[in-house]
């Protein structure tokens, strides 16, 4: 089934340890997408690649890190994680970067202790 | 930037119709207006889009007036497995010219389906 495979689907992470959260589509989508969603906060964009070779920063990009060496992976890094990272993590692709229509992963719960 | 109001919750009882409105009063004119559903642990999942009048598809409805400053998602006869939290967005993560802007999907509307 075409979509947006997102993985772990849960963690727990100690503080000051490295995580990457993997997102892959299979849609050939250009643009690609993170989020998280906090409890009263909504979804808020972290980091945002227009295509294969290009990010950006999104609303809340500091303490993570994104590549896009290809159309369908986009990996979520935290380098030293910390507890106010703990959240519901949403990879999102959409067919071109002025595209209201954004298809979304199953998401990612990551704990930090 | 559009911001986007919502009410907070609505109950409804199986089988009814129910009518969900979003406000956006500063809308630009190329925006169009998305509406997505999340169920509990799950991503957001497209319903449906418009850009002005009436969209219609086998999930939903969408009414949007001609001043486009509000929109009303249409949800007929729901049953138990409409209860979820629903999204009004107007207008794109990503503008085409590259960046992005700050749409937000806020806290939605969370409808309580009831036996």
């Known amino acids: 089934i075409a979509g947006i495979t997102q993985a772990p689907t849960s963690q727990i992470l100690a503080a000051g340890r490295r995580m990457t959260l993997r997102c892959t589509q299979d849609?050939?989508?250009?643009?690609m997408y993170w989020y998280r969603q906090d409890l009263g906060l909504g979804l808020r964009l972290i980091h945002y690649?227009?295509?294969?070779?290009?990010?950006g920063k999104g609303e809340v990009p500091d303490g993570y890190s994104v590549s896009r060496a290809n159309t369908d992976d986009f990996p979520l890094t935290l380098a030293s994680a910390v507890p106010s990272q703990t959240s519901v993590y949403f990879c999102?692709?959409?067919?071109?970067?002025?595209?209201?229509?954004?298809?979304f992963g199953s998401g990612t719960q990551l704990s930090v202790l | 930037l559009a911001k986007t109001t919502q009410p907070i919750s609505m109950d409804s009882y199986e089988g009814q119709e129910v009518n969900i409105t979003c406000s956006h009063n500063?809308?630009?004119?190329?925006?169009?207006i998305t509406w997505y559903q999340q169920f509990p642990s799950q991503g957001p999942r497209f319903i449906i889009q418009?850009?002005?009048t009436k969209v219609t598809n086998e999930v939903a409805s969408l009414f949007i007036p001609a001043d486009r400053k509000s929109s009303t998602l249409s949800l007929p006869r729901v049953s138990l497995s409409d209860t979820a939290v629903y999204y009004c967005l107007v207008g794109g993560p990503l503008i085409n010219s590259g960046g992005y802007q700050k749409v937000t999907f806020g806290t939605g509307t969370k409808l309580q389906v009831i036996p």
């Open positions: 999102a692709s959409s067919r071109a970067p002025g595209d209201e229509k954004l298809f």
């Open positions: 690649s227009n295509t294969a070779g290009t990010t």
């Open positions: 849609m050939r989508h250009n643009a």
């Open positions: 500063n809308i630009a004119t190329n925006d169009y």
């Open positions: 418009g850009y002005k």
